[in-house]
């Protein structure tokens, strides 16, 4: 038995379910309550296979990364990854010890002797992960990973309540929008979100003037903003309940959070924030 315990938000829950079904047929889920997740496994999903603890001599996986074995890494090129794969890791360990030694303070990436980059030029050569690759995954890791994420059963409930506004709003031909703000994390916002937008302003216009977008994001600010930009008739979200900025605070706010990704996920093309797990998962 493998039991995955991992006590992140959605997309890297999901993310590491289905990386522990790859180590065992009989694989559980230890869904931790906590801040980034307010809601119990059973509110979200209808797979039997929830426990309240980890049995004992049970395995456990905990990674944020999409499994490769280790024998499979030789299907990928070399430095295929750039998910923080630039760094030495050394210069990643000095870090985290300054950044324990300081008591924690706030962002540990900002400890960093050299931070994370996310470039290609700066890959190492034995980089091979999957994460945040998107469309340049071999077809031999599609195969194997598209049948494990139809096994999640999302609950009927959530999955019809985001088929029936989907079959009324939207068409093959809507692009997909995701947009994290990083509204929780300042520095991280500064330094991503802000010249992700205007890369995203460059995107739409080089569409269709025709062209409409379904917009999902961890901020009600971005849909206002791109509203306002590009017209009511271009621009489609899904309609909340809760206010985005505040969906990790209630269940509800997790099972609207579902919502939106499975209506990115009915989206053929996606423009995406590309550190967010949410529109990998989707």
């Not at 923080?84 to 030694?101: D, M």
């Not at 010249?195 to 977008?213: A, H, T, V, Y």
């Amino acid at each position: 038995m493998v039991v995955f315990t991992n006590a992140a938000g959605l997309g890297n829950r999901l993310k590491f379910w289905v990386s522990a079904m790859r180590l065992a047929a009989d694989t559980r889920v230890h869904w931790k309550i906590n801040r980034h997740m307010p809601p119990a496994f059973p509110q979200l999903f209808e797979n039997e296979c929830s426990v309240d603890s980890v049995p004992h001599q049970a395995d456990t996986h905990n990674s944020w990364r999409l499994l490769v074995l280790p024998e499979e890494k030789a299907n990928l090129p070399s430095g295929f990854s750039t998910a923080g794969a630039g760094a030495h890791p050394v210069i990643r360990a000095c870090g985290k010890a300054l950044w324990l030694l300081r008591g924690r303070p706030d962002d540990r990436y900002r400890y960093m002797i050299f931070t994370k980059t996310y470039k290609r030029k700066g890959t190492n050569a034995d980089a091979r992960y999957l994460d945040f690759e998107y469309e340049r995954i071999q077809e031999y890791f599609r195969k194997i990973y598209r049948p494990l994420f139809r096994k999640i059963i999302v609950r009927e409930e959530i999955l019809q309540r985001a088929n029936e506004w989907a079959n009324a709003n939207l068409d093959e031909n809507i692009i997909g929008v995701q947009v994290r703000s990083w509204r929780d994390h300042p520095r991280r916002q500064q330094k991503y979100h802000k010249p992700s937008m205007k890369r995203l302003s460059r995107l739409i216009e080089g569409c269709q003037s025709n062209d409409r977008f379904l917009v999902v994001s961890d901020s009600d600010d971005v849909i206002r903003g791109l509203k306002k930009e590009y017209g009511d008739k271009r621009i489609l979200y899904f309609p909340r309940e809760t206010a985005r900025e505040e969906s990790r605070l209630l269940p509800e706010g997790i099972v609207e959070d579902l919502v939106d990704m499975l209506l990115l996920a009915r989206t053929n093309r996606l423009f995406a924030s590309y550190l967010s797990t949410f529109s990998e998962a989707a």
